[in-house]
């Protein structure tokens, strides 16, 4: 179902049974991007103002909260949820079952591996040197390994990694790289202990 006030652009594909709601924009063409395929995958749901731009490839039963923004060119699998007012900037990778909630910020170069899992209004960044002229050469998102999960409002700075099945606490900052199957918390995020459960 396609709701009437939707917008969906030319060189979209979509599966079969998608829902798109109301003031939705599907396939928003990108400086330099003309012609680029925008494909979403079967049972898709995307709810009311979302915008996803050209070129992006999306599986199975992806799933938007509503004014969620999704820039171009990132590829992403299948039983992904990007919550409500989450952005995701252009050339990411989230693989399958990865949770993004809402209003979160996945900066472009960012990896998001199988199942991790991203919590509201956590803000990952990739510019280390901000408005430096050469900025745009050296962005090196965060990469988020396979079941590792980030708590509510963190932030992590570029190139960290959250390793496998980590858990970082709420509200942490994390400026070094987490090991896998450590907990970690704080401003600045240390690794405390192991997961044991």
């Known amino acids: 179902m396609i709701a009437a006030t939707a917008i969906v652009h030319a060189n979209v594909r979509l599966g079969r049974n998608v829902t798109i709601e109301d003031f939705c924009i599907i396939g928003a063409p990108f400086a330099g991007g003309e012609g680029a395929e925008t494909v979403i995958g079967d049972d898709a749901v995307i709810r009311s103002h979302t915008v996803i731009y ?12 509503n004014k969620a923004n999704i820039r171009e060119l990132n590829v992403i699998g299948d039983d992904v949820s990007i919550g409500t007012m989450s952005i995701v900037e252009h050339h990411v990778v989230i693989e399958d079952r990865v949770r993004i909630h ?15 899992w991203i919590g ?62 450590q907990i970690a918390f704080g401003r600045p995020a240390q690794a405390k202990r192991k997961i044991d459960y």
Request: net charge positive.
């Open 54 to 65: 050209a070129g992006n490839k999306i599986g199975r039963n992806f799933t938007t909260g």
């Open 120 to 181: 509201p209004g956590t803000v990952i960044t990739n510019a280390r040197f901000p408005l430096h002229p050469d900025a745009k050469k050296t962005l090196q998102g965060a990469t988020i390994e396979e079941d590792a999960k980030v708590g509510a409002s963190c932030t992590l700075l570029p190139g960290v990694t959250i390793g496998r099945g980590a858990l970082v606490g709420a509200g942490s900052l994390v400026s070094h790289d987490v090991p896998a199957g």
């Open 102 to 116: 809402s209003a979160a910020f996945v900066p472009e170069y960012s990896v998001l591996k199988r199942g991790c």
